[in-house]
């Protein structure tokens, strides 16, 4: 692993924010300095963020997939093809969610209600607290909107709009804590999930979010029903949990966010595989895969230090997925001893052996 390029990534990534900060907000005229340790937490964490991400791409088999995802995505001749499947890719995997869907209803709602709660939290309040949006009364009824600074359409201060641009944060808090109830009850309620949840991965960031929530609707009730009654506390309760979640967000379960729409490439590699030259089967003779698609796959075991050469000199994953199966039934069928496994010739006793001379050495 490169840390230090990853560390220079990070550090860039960081001075970018920086710059486009001091750029969007005009030379921070636009800046609310009482939101500065929201700003500084966000810097931080995108640099974060972005030095785990090069960490991550420089895994073997993230980076030879990234790559030529990226390779089969620019062929000039498919291009404009390519683009039209990544974008149905996006539009379903993505945005809606639908390879959820086939988990069940309730797991898809719940991932929705949280992915889109946070997403518009985060299309909010990052450009507010950055100074890149800012709000100016004008006359007596009307608000005006400035996005860096140029002007937006002026709405009235009671219109639907209006309550809509004020009220969006608490909606996505109730979007956010409605998905994190029904992810929370089915924690401690599925067998399945019960028998493999951690607590530091699968609740804390439930509960990080809830908490999020929480605070910011207190914020809301606060102004709107207690005449700002503890509000400077509640503020910073909500600034302490956001960016504790920020900080949380590169190195835990959230990280998927960034993570998972790389599956983007994989799939395009996927529906174009069949197009190219396919690899057969040394056992049964048939086309199960493109050559390039296994190819692939022995490059990436080899660089993780596995080697599953056979006997006959083959390699397990050269060999169709029904081949494979069938040579594992063979191989248990074939065990001599129930008290003396043997997987794909090899006994259990002869590779501990094996162990055993390696940590010798
Ligand atoms: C702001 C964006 C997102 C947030 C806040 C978020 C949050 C979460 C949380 C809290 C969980 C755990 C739910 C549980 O208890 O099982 C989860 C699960 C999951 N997330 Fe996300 N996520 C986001 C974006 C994405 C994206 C873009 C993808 C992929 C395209 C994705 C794929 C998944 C999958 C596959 C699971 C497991 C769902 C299941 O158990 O069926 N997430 N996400
Ligand atoms: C799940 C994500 C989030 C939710 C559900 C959420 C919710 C809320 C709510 C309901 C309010 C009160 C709004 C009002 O008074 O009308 C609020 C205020 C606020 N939020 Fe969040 N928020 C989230 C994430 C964030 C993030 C990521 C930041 C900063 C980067 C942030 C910064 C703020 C700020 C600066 C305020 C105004 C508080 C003040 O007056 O000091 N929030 N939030």
């Not at 709009?161 to 924690?187: E, S, Y």
């Not at 606060?222 to 509640?234: A, E, K, P």
């Amino acid at each position: 692993m490169n840390y230090r390029l990853s560390t220079l990534f990070g550090l860039g990534a960081s001075a970018i924010l920086t710059v486009l900060i001091l750029v969007g907000s005009r030379n921070l005229q636009n800046f609310d300095s009482a939101l500065f340790g929201y700003t500084v937490a966000s810097v931080i964490a995108f640099g974060a963020l972005i030095f785990r991400y090069a960490l991550w791409l420089q895994r073997p088999a993230t980076r030879t997939y990234w790559k030529r995802g990226w390779q089969i995505y620019l062929k000039r001749e498919k291009f404009v093809q390519n683009t039209g499947i990544a974008a149905k890719t996006f539009a379903g995997n993505i945005l809606a969610q639908s390879f959820i869907l086939k988990r069940g209803f309730k797991r898809w709602l719940m991932h929705f209600l949280i992915m889109w709660g946070c997403i518009i939290s985060a299309m909010i309040t990052f450009p507010l607290v950055f100074g890149w949006v800012h709000f100016e009364l004008e006359g007596d009824i009307g608000y005006r909107a400035y996005l860096f600074g140029f002007p937006l359409q002026l709405m009235q201060g009671r219109s639907i709009t209006a309550w809509l641009t004020f009220h969006a944060l608490d909606i996505t808090a109730i979007m956010v804590l409605v998905g994190c109830g029904i992810a929370i009850h089915r924690r401690l309620h599925d067998r399945g999930a019960i028998a493999l949840q951690q607590f530091l991965l699968d609740f804390v960031p439930h509960l990080m979010l809830i908490a999020i929530s929480v605070s910011g609707l207190m914020l809301t009730a606060s102004s709107l029903w207690f005449d700002g009654y503890m509000y400077h506390f509640i503020a910073l309760t909500h600034q302490a949990t956001v960016i504790m979640t920020l900080f949380y967000l590169p190195f835990g379960k959230l990280f998927h966010i960034v993570q998972r729409p790389a599956s983007l490439g994989v799939e395009l590699y996927r529906k174009r595989s069949p197009e190219m030259q396919q690899a057969e089967c040394p056992r049964c003779r048939t086309e199960f895969s493109a050559q390039i698609w296994v190819d692939d796959l022995n490059k990436v075991i080899e660089k993780l230090g596995f080697d599953y050469t056979l006997p006959d000199g083959t390699k397990l994953q050269d060999h169709c997925p029904q081949c494979k199966r069938i040579m594992r039934g063979i191989s248990y069928a074939n065990l001599p001893d129930v008290n003396e496994p043997v997987f794909l010739g090899v006994r259990a006793e002869e590779s501990k052996e094996e162990v055993q001379t390696k940590d010798n050495v």
